[in-house]
């Protein structure tokens, strides 16, 4: 039976690509990466994206997004 491992990014955005600050399963990043950047790079890791959905109140605009991949 196929296992899967999980990661939850979590953005806090800016802008459409550059966020104020990011989140790794629940860690803070200490960097800000480009966005769309970053989901790429953990496309070529293996990661597939398996969920997308945003909270957006007039002071805050929060990203998050879910994926996974196969355990080996």
Do not use: C
Not at 7 to 32: D, F, I
Not at 52 to 70: E, G, T
């Amino acid at each position: 039976m196929q296992k899967w491992e999980y990661l939850y990014l979590e953005g806090y955005l800016l802008s459409a690509t550059k966020p104020r600050a990011m989140k790794v399963n629940n860690e803070p990043l200490s960097e800000r990466p480009n966005l769309w950047e970053y989901i790429n790079q953990l496309g070529s890791e293996g990661w597939e994206m398996v969920n997308a959905y945003n909270l957006s109140k007039p002071d805050v605009h929060k990203d998050f997004f879910v994926f996974k991949r196969p355990v080996e």
